[in-house]
């Protein structure tokens, strides 16, 4: 077999090739393009990618999830409870009797469980509307406020009203109403997606004083955080006894704050009472706790509709540690309920 060497060319591009002679073809051993003079080709250059992180817990996510907000009993009987250590974000809030109750908001991660589900209160709402139109799952309310709550920007997830309810067996009622989120949120499909409430993710500030627990009370409930180096988490203690899930151990986070708010009473009685009002909007003193330090600072919430901000003492934001984020509605000054 006999190649001989010629040059053709492709389009403007001269390509070296061999022909082979006494076989059918051509092999092409290469092109390229000369550059201009001068001109140098263009770079490639590519922008990597922000990641996408959760406004409430500053963590990546693949996606803004539906906020689901679930109403949580915390009477003894009703503890352990399930599906907290999967909230982004537990809030603390008083309720009547001394007693407390959370209000557990949902977007990052949905476990398939949540409960015991209890019923709304008349601040429920305000510290809700920051979050949009989020789907909110409760068992009831007292009578008068209940077409209050249903009137409401939320999505109604009233266990009177949808599906996705049950009660277990191995409780009394009323503290074992569950519900599926998966159930919860088929019935909320236009439940708001996650945005910014004012938190803000980060280093910790400068300053701040070491802190190996913090304790806050309630008129008949008592709460203390004592940090673990070891979990990074402010483990929980409920009453002087640690404060248990059904499936993930002791209960904690990685920054947990301290609101300290005005504490009125609501306009709806609970059984002849007026139960506590904890307001969220206005500002007031706060304690972030986290990295084993505690650092003092101030919340604003000047609007109802808008997110409340954390900054240290010289206005600088009160930056949080990635994850879950707990905050304790406490008595501060001027508290009468």
Same mark, same amino acid.
């Given at each position: 077999?006999?190649?001989?060497?010629?040059? #053709?060319?492709?389009?403007?591009?001269?390509?070296?090739? @061999?022909?082979?002679? &006494?076989?059918?073809?051509?092999?092409?051993?290469?092109?390229?393009?000369?550059?201009?003079?001068?001109?140098?080709?263009?770079? +490639?250059?590519?922008?990597?990618?922000?990641?996408?992180?959760?406004?409430?817990?500053?963590?990546?996510?693949? *996606?803004?999830?539906?906020?689901?907000? @679930?109403?949580?009993?915390?009477?003894?009987?009703?503890?352990? +409870?399930?599906?907290?250590?999967?909230?982004? #974000?537990?809030?603390? #809030?008083?309720?009547?009797?001394?007693?407390?109750?959370?209000?557990?908001?949902?977007?990052?991660?949905?476990?398939?469980?949540?409960?015991?589900?209890?019923?709304?209160?008349?601040?429920?709402?305000?510290?809700?509307? +920051?979050?949009?139109?989020?789907?909110?799952?409760?068992?009831?309310?007292?009578?008068?406020?209940?077409?209050? #709550?249903? /009137?409401?920007?939320?999505?109604?997830?009233?266990?009177?009203?949808?599906?996705?309810?049950?009660?277990?067996?191995?409780?009394?009622?009323?503290?074992?109403?569950? &519900?599926?989120?998966?159930?919860?949120? *088929?019935?909320?499909?236009?439940?708001?997606? @996650?945005?910014?409430?004012?938190?803000?993710?980060?280093?910790?500030? $400068?300053?701040?004083?070491?802190?190996?627990?913090?304790?806050?009370?309630?008129? @008949? $409930?008592?709460?203390?955080?004592?940090?673990?180096?070891?979990?990074?988490?402010?483990?929980?203690?409920?009453?002087?006894?640690?404060?248990? =899930?059904?499936?993930?151990?002791?209960?904690?986070?990685?920054?947990?704050?301290?609101?300290?708010?005005?504490?009125?009473? =609501?306009?709806?009685?609970?059984?002849?009472?007026?139960?506590?009002? $904890?307001?969220?909007?206005?500002?007031?003193?706060?304690?972030?706790?986290?990295?084993?330090?505690?650092?003092?600072? /101030?919340?604003?919430?000047?609007?109802?509709?808008?997110?409340?901000?954390?900054?240290? *003492?010289?206005?600088?934001?009160?930056?949080? *540690?990635?994850? +879950?984020?707990?905050?304790?509605?406490?008595?501060?000054?001027?508290?009468?309920?």
């Amino acid at each position: 077999m006999r190649l001989s060497r010629r040059t #053709i060319v492709i389009g403007s591009c001269p390509v070296a090739a @061999a022909a082979v002679v &006494a076989g059918a073809g051509l092999v092409l051993t290469g092109c390229s393009s000369p550059a201009k003079p001068g001109h140098a080709p263009p770079p +490639q250059a590519t922008q990597p990618a922000t990641p996408l992180v959760s406004p409430f817990t500053g963590e990546p996510v693949r *996606a803004l999830g539906p906020v689901l907000a @679930a109403k949580i009993d915390n009477i003894v009987l009703a503890r352990p +409870q399930t599906g907290l250590t999967k909230a982004d #974000i537990v809030y603390l #809030i008083p309720v009547e009797g001394g007693l407390s109750r959370f209000l557990a908001v949902f977007s990052s991660h949905f476990p398939p469980v949540i409960g015991p589900v209890r019923s709304a209160r008349e601040d429920d709402l305000e510290l809700l509307r +920051q979050f949009g139109t989020p789907a909110f799952a409760f068992s009831g309310a007292q009578p008068q406020l209940l077409p209050v #709550i249903e /009137h409401a920007r939320i999505v109604d997830l009233y266990d009177g009203r949808v599906g996705g309810y049950y009660r277990s067996p191995s409780r009394i009622a009323p503290y074992n109403l569950y &519900a599926s989120t998966r159930r919860l949120l *088929a019935e909320a499909p236009h439940a708001s997606k @996650a945005h910014g409430i004012g938190f803000r993710f980060g280093p910790a500030p $400068a300053g701040g004083q070491p802190a190996a627990s913090y304790s806050v009370s309630y008129p @008949a $409930a008592s709460f203390t955080f004592r940090w673990s180096a070891k979990q990074a988490s402010w483990l929980v203690w409920m009453d002087g006894a640690p404060a248990a =899930s059904t499936e993930d151990g002791q209960l904690g986070a990685p920054t947990v704050v301290v609101q300290y708010t005005k504490v009125g009473t =609501s306009r709806y009685l609970e059984a002849g009472k007026r139960p506590p009002y $904890a307001s969220t909007v206005g500002s007031g003193r706060a304690v972030v706790l986290r990295n084993g330090r505690s650092y003092s600072g /101030h919340w604003s919430r000047p609007q109802a509709d808008g997110g409340t901000t954390f900054t240290t *003492a010289a206005g600088q934001p009160l930056t949080f *540690a990635t994850g +879950q984020v707990w905050i304790v509605l406490a008595y501060g000054p001027g508290s009468t309920g």
